[in-house]
């Protein structure tokens, strides 16, 4: 990343597209003028986030039926980790540092080691990818009874009501697949707790990150303890190499590379309970995805959870 010294243009005399060219994928530049910094792209980052997100859970469902869930997440992030780690190297994006590190290092155990553990430990126990889906769709509830308290944010009337129509959109996607295990539902409410506390923290304590080193980090990070615990607790063995390797390529480049560029960005540039609003929609776009992939039944409370939802967005966005 170039960084300015005192003899560079200022913005003032530098054109915007110079600018751009200038900065690295990822880096805030100095000025933004007319909103060119979020344009088009922004505003279809939210929709290619929840499609992209929601993706995960099916992959996931293929992958944990050929290995172990906890070599699977391991393998993972540290691929992910090094190749985004690599690119930072190539591209001198700047790394964090001292405190940085450390608040960095915190929430990505939180949102990457405990939720995604926990989660895809549940669908290797045989609940359905929806049925996780819907435990994490209730990310936004979490993150609104939090946020006031841990970050300040001020959660208005219209968001609540936005909250409550999302949350019933939730329940209204899986309403007529709640079949599964008590171990596996506590450990969806751990991988719940490891999002939303985790998300809390990072928008908290890590205000202004470069999302390429940042997010490598957190995965460098969760690698390890989930290698250790596959080692400890599993048969680290590939039970089927083609559907293994087919999910952990997706994974690697959408659902870690992609989705937490996207996450880390949008925690940047907004509230932590407007991001968070997104997880209403995951429960009802995985009931599709899951539909249109790996043949399981499209049913109509899928289909009003997923408008229910929407509208829960939609308010709970507006401050």
Not at 174 to 199: E, H, K, M, N
Not at 283 to 311: D, E, K, R
Request: charged fraction near 10%; glycine fraction near 12%.
């Amino acid at each position: 990343m170039v960084q300015r010294t005192p003899a560079a243009p200022s913005a003032e005399t530098t054109s915007p597209k110079a600018a751009r060219g200038r900065a690295a994928p990822g880096e805030r530049t100095g000025t933004r003028t007319g909103g060119e910094g979020r344009g088009v792209a922004g505003a279809a980052m939210p929709a290619v986030f929840v499609l992209l997100w929601s993706s995960a859970f099916i992959a996931g469902a293929i992958g944990v039926d050929a290995a172990p869930p906890l070599l699977l997440i391991f393998a993972r992030f540290a691929a992910a980790g090094i190749l985004l780690a690599g690119y930072a190297v190539a591209v001198r994006a700047p790394w964090p540092r001292g405190r940085a590190l450390a608040h960095l290092a915190v929430s990505g155990l939180l949102i990457q080691a405990v939720q995604f553990g926990a989660l895809y430990s549940a669908m290797a126990m045989g609940l359905p990818a929806g049925v996780v889906a819907l435990v994490q769709g209730l990310n936004p509830v979490v993150i609104a009874l939090l946020a006031a308290r841990v970050l300040g944010e001020r959660v208005t009337g219209r968001q609540w009501a936005g909250f409550g129509l999302g949350a019933a959109g939730v329940v209204l996607a899986v309403a007529d697949r709640i079949a599964f295990s008590p171990l596996g539902v506590v450990l969806c409410l751990v991988g719940l707790l490891g999002l939303s506390l985790g998300t809390l923290y990072q928008k908290r304590h890590v205000t202004d990150m470069d999302v390429r080193t940042g997010t490598a980090v957190q995965f460098l990070v969760a690698a390890p303890p989930l290698g250790a615990l596959s080692l400890l607790t599993e048969t680290p063995a590939v039970a089927h190499w083609g559907a293994f390797g087919a999910s952990l390529a997706w994974m690697v480049a959408v659902n870690s590379i992609g989705v937490f560029l996207l996450l880390n960005t949008m925690l940047r540039r907004s509230p932590a309970s407007t991001v968070a609003a997104l997880f209403f929609l995951t429960p009802s776009v995985t009931a599709v995805l899951a539909w249109a992939t790996i043949g399981q039944a499209l049913h109509p409370l899928t289909v009003a959870g997923l408008v229910l939802g929407g509208a829960g967005v939609l308010l709970a966005g507006r401050r």
